[in-house]
């Protein structure tokens, strides 16, 4: 079973940054994309960013501009650099392998973002 370890979140204040970071423990077969995902309290889970295989990246329209998502392909990595921060981004944000086949989905224990005004 794959494990997603996540790190680097925290507080910041706005128009900070803060950089995520997110590794599988073994390698990831059938891999479709690695993203980011957040749940802020009351709300549902929403994409943030994703990266297929080849680099491709897809992104929320309220990060376009702030965000940015890479990868590591060979090492089944991921990872967020987040900029000019707002308090409207607080929440955990969740690491997520898609993949091809059963089970369809790994999930990180996620990673609290709080953004103070």
């Known amino acids: 079973q794959v494990q997603l370890v996540e790190s680097g979140g925290g507080l910041v204040q706005a128009g900070g940054s803060l950089r995520l970071s997110c590794a599988a423990s073994?390698?990831?077969?059938?891999?479709?994309?690695m993203g980011w995902y957040r749940q802020a309290p009351g709300k549902q889970r929403e994409l943030v960013a994703q990266i297929t295989s080849d680099g491709n990246t897809n992104y929320a329209d309220s990060v376009k501009g702030r965000f940015t998502i890479s990868g590591d392909n060979a090492k089944d990595t991921v990872f967020l650099q987040m900029n000019s921060l707002n308090p409207e981004d607080t929440a955990v944000y969740y690491c997520?392998?898609?993949?091809?086949?059963?089970?369809?989905?790994?999930w990180g224990q996620g990673t609290q973002v709080t953004v103070s005004s």
């Open positions: 073994s390698v990831i077969s059938n891999l479709n994309t």
């Open positions: 997520n392998a898609n993949i091809r086949k059963f089970p369809y989905n790994y």
